[in-house]
């Protein structure tokens, strides 16, 4: 192993030392494979369709919530930038209110404060779309903050010396930059997103984590459809972050 | 609108707020203790050691927190409070481990070897070159953490812990009064991250005055 005297930091690997790892990693997923082959798997295989629906349910959860966070989440990142004095401290307000709010707590809040003014119930779906894009919104928003004050402020005093106008300048000379920028962020974001939907399912809507839930309780087999789970999630957000970053072909460059 | 539902419930919100209290507080001594060892070994000079602890930290990044507070509570069968004590704590800990990391990263490689030079140990390096430029930059994003830890301590009410989020709901089935409740909750919340964001700065102060 390369392991020097007075070196800091990991060193540069040997041969060696990646064939100890590729060992390592091998001698690891044997191990795994062997303690889940011990498992009933029938009950996963059993309801995979049900569990691959359910799946798609948190896909949809997390890309609407996204879609409909992402422009707002701009909106209040602008408005907290420049807007006027009332808006800015309405948008720091939701901005810090949301965020300082356990997740759960978001959801239920919608779940009871709709209700609160309107006098009715809102549907499962509707409370659940309104709360992660609250949240996706808030959290995107002091993304997109970064973003913006990493974009040197002379290019939009030469933006306005030349003559364009606001809007001009956020658009085609600020926003692009800072969306360039704030891509790691943003990744680990929807990621968060997808993660978060994991909990919406205390509003009563059927995503992959309540479907495992259910599926246990009539069958009870916790280490398959607990594995299942985990692995549904972990595949899921590692694709959601390759995914993202293949979109960008400058990515590794960047780093 | 009734506020008046709080002061009746006052009793329950407040041992919701002890069980909030004690869950944050032992998953902040866990997650920290936990985050400081994968951060070492991912700066150990072994690569198979740092990239157990990267494949870790991948790891537990892309699974959420209620799915290892379930893992260990229905499959591992701890108790309810171990279970959301350790789950979260291992939860929080690959992000503390990446917020130390990059503070190591931060303080050029240069300096400890110009120190090793001169003839210092490795602990006399860690104390009088590394940790005083550490602190200052894992500062700020480690409060961040910490308030992350307070706000996902709410997941613990889903193996049935009577905290603060699991009182909301309780006051929301026995009166329907979930609004009130849910406000008056979200205000203790801001209160808890606000003080951990001041104790935070403070302890900062203290420690870069030195």
Known sequence: ?255 | MRWSVIWDYREALLSGLAYTLAITALTMIGATLLGILVACLHQHPSYVVGRLAETYVEVIRNIPSVIKVFFLYFVAGLDAMPAAVLGLSIHQSSYIADVLDAGFRSVPREQSEAAWACGHSRLQILHHVLLPQVVTTVMPPLTSQFIEIVKNSAVAMLLGIKELTFQTQNIDVETFRGFEAATAVTVIYLALSLTIAGGMALIGRQLTWR
């Open chain 1, 1 to 255: 192993m390369a392991v020097r005297e007075g070196t800091f930091g990991p060193a540069e690997p040997t041969a060696l030392d990646r064939w100890l790892w590729r060992g390592l990693v091998a001698a690891g997923l044997l191990l795994l494979v062997w303690l889940v082959a011990r498992e009933r798997w029938e009950v996963v295989f059993a309801s995979g369709a049900f569990l691959l629906k359910s799946l798609g349910v948190s896909w949809l959860l997390t890309v609407t919530s996204v879609a409909i966070g992402l422009p707002a989440g701009i909106l209040l990142a602008v408005l907290r930038a420049g807007g006027p004095p009332i808006l800015r401290h309405l948008a720091v307000a939701i901005i810090e209110l949301v965020r300082a709010t356990p997740q759960l707590m978001v959801i239920f809040w919608v779940f009871f404060a709709v209700p609160a003014f309107t006098g009715h119930k809102v549907p499962a779906w509707t409370a659940a779309i309104t709360s992660l894009s609250l949240i996706a919104a808030s959290y995107l928003a002091e993304v997109v903050r970064a973003g913006l004050a990493s974009v040197p402020r002379i290019q939009v005093e030469s933006g306005l010396a030349t003559g364009l106008s606001r809007a001009q300048i956020l658009s085609t000379i600020v926003l692009p930059q800072a969306l360039r920028n704030m891509l790691p962020a943003l990744i680990a974001t929807i990621v968060m997103m997808f993660k978060i939907t994991s909990l919406i399912y205390v509003v009563g809507i059927t995503d992959f984590f309540r479907a495992v839930i259910l599926i246990n309780n009539r069958e009870f087999e916790p280490v398959a459809l607990y594995t299942t789970l985990a692995a549904g999630y972990f595949i899921c957000c590692s694709l959601l972050s390759w995914l993202i970053r293949s979109l960008d072909p400058n990515y590794v460059l960047a780093q």
